[in-house]
């Protein structure tokens, strides 16, 4: 890669992940430019002169960040751990996003009412083969993860069947006889008479900001990924903090270290002013608790305001990336 080239960031397009993700995005000051209206699969953003963003599913997303042909990604873990076996040495998780969470389990029929674990179904594998002289059928998406699954638990007698369409659907039309999946609720499962077993929860799963190992990270590709981290990092610490505003004669520096033993509120601009001015950020759950601290000391009124960033020396996000990239 050459010093001018950009650093790939790659979106989703489609998919369960897609509505979330655009939030995130905006939230985070990243929302992408489509020069040439929702068909572009290219696009830009605003701010960031040397960011390339392509739009692609969540599943070719993982699969690019592997390659190596995209620097950064949003995706999801059961996604990552398909797309390699190595997911640790090819791709590196900077955060994870707290949205799209779901389960790939293993869910066999409801009607196997003596099959409730990973060793029962060893047994009716077993069983199976020696009755039907086959190999017990598991349709899925999920090729890797099941087989790496199966295999810690000691199971050999199955097959697994790729899965192009509804996965849930294939016990009841004949085409496997278990399945591995992804689900939310589980409701979809139990209305196709299928229940995941006990210990059956191969991989708990939700979005992630993910950047590839096996990419060309030149200067300018690094210096595109401290900015755009930059925001994500100060997006993410302002939902930790409430700013907390107010005035009065009282307000000195001992009533900030009360306040900061109590309801772990800081002062980040220091303390109050010769005026009595003082700015706290705190957590939210304390905020209620530091509103009546201050007025019962004689704040007559106390301003709170969310923010939408908090900016900070530190790049936590972009010191994980490059120590991980050595």
């Not at 797309?83 to 969470?101: C, Q, V, W």
Request: hydrophobic share 45%.
């Amino acid at each position: 890669m050459s010093q001018s080239s950009p650093l790939v960031f790659a979106i989703p397009s489609k998919g369960r992940i897609l509505e979330s993700a655009q939030g995130f995005l905006e939230r985070s000051g990243l929302k992408p430019v489509q020069g040439r209206g929702a068909r572009d699969y290219r696009g830009t953003i605003p701010g960031l002169d040397h960011v390339e963003v392509a739009f692609l599913s969540a599943s070719e997303i993982a699969r690019e960040l592997v390659a190596g042909s995209v620097h950064l990604g949003l995706t999801g873990l059961d996604l990552m751990h398909e797309a390699t076996a190595e997911p640790e040495a090819k791709l590196i998780s900077l955060s994870a996003l707290g949205f799209s969470r779901a389960d790939v389990v293993v869910a066999v029929p409801q009607a196997w009412i003596d099959v409730r674990t990973m060793a029962d179904l060893d047994d009716v594998a077993s069983q199976f083969r020696s009755k039907h002289r086959a190999r017990m059928r598991v349709a899925t998406k999920y090729l890797n993860l099941t087989r790496a699954f199966f295999d810690r638990h000691g199971i050999a007698d199955y097959r697994v069947v790729e899965s192009a369409g509804a996965t849930e659907g294939a016990p009841a039309a004949g085409a496997a006889e278990l399945i591995v999946d992804i689900t939310t609720t589980g409701a979809t499962l139990a209305a196709n008479a299928l229940k995941v077993l006990d210990d059956g929860v191969i991989l708990k799963s939700e979005a992630h900001l993910v950047a590839s190992c096996t990419a060309a990270w030149s200067a300018e590709a690094l210096a595109s990924a401290r900015d755009m981290l930059d925001r994500i990092a100060s997006q993410a610490r302002a939902r930790t903090v409430r700013e907390v505003r107010t005035r009065f004669e009282a307000a000195d520096a001992r009533l900030v270290e009360e306040a900061k033993a109590r309801f772990g509120a800081v002062a980040p601009f220091g303390g109050p002013t010769s005026s009595g001015m003082l700015t706290l950020h705190c957590p939210p759950s304390a905020l209620f608790g530091l509103s009546r601290f201050l007025r019962d000391r004689g704040a007559a009124s106390v301003a709170v305001s969310e923010l939408d960033y908090v900016f900070a020396a530190e790049n936590p996000l972009y010191d994980k990336l490059t120590a991980a990239l050595g």
